[in-house]
Nanobody, 119 residues
Framework: QVQLAESGGGSVQAGGSLRLSCIAS???????LGWIRQAPGKEREEVAC???????TYADSMKGRFTMSKDNAKNTLYLQMNSLKPEDTTMYYC??????????????WGQGTQVTVAS
């Protein structure tokens, strides 16, 4: 059973940084893993996705500001977010898919963590 649990959200001033964590268990070695965000009434947006071999892709608006990483020893995914902007304010979720490549379709989801960036 795949289980995902995010933490690390909070409030920060514009230009600040946050690091989100996601404890992940039960997923296979060939799964893809992602960070996704969604604001109420808006479309879901894939922030970053890591394929089974560690190759990571980012949404254009996050390139250079966000970094996704994984610590296998701790079963934890991270999303380091720098130079945060008010428009980054929303819920962030970690997710997993039973496929090795990224295609923005995820079956397993965490409960989400709220990020609020004040201007």
């Amino acid at each position: 059973q795949v289980q995902l649990a995010e933490s690390g959200g909070g409030s920060v001033q514009a230009g600040g940084s946050l690091r989100l964590s996601c404890i992940a268990s039960g997923y296979g070695s060939t799964y893809s893993l992602g960070w996704i965000r969604q604001a109420p009434g808006k479309e879901r947006e894939e922030v970053a996705c890591m394929e089974w071999d560690g190759k990571t892709t980012y949404a254009d608006s996050m390139k250079g500001r966000f970094t996704m990483s994984k610590d296998n020893a701790k079963n934890t995914l991270y999303l380091q977010m720098n130079s945060l902007k008010p428009e980054d304010t929303t819920m962030y979720y970690c997710a997993a898919a039973a496929r090795w490549y990224c295609d923005n379709e995820y079956k397993y989801w965490g409960q989400g963590t709220q990020v609020t960036v004040a201007s």
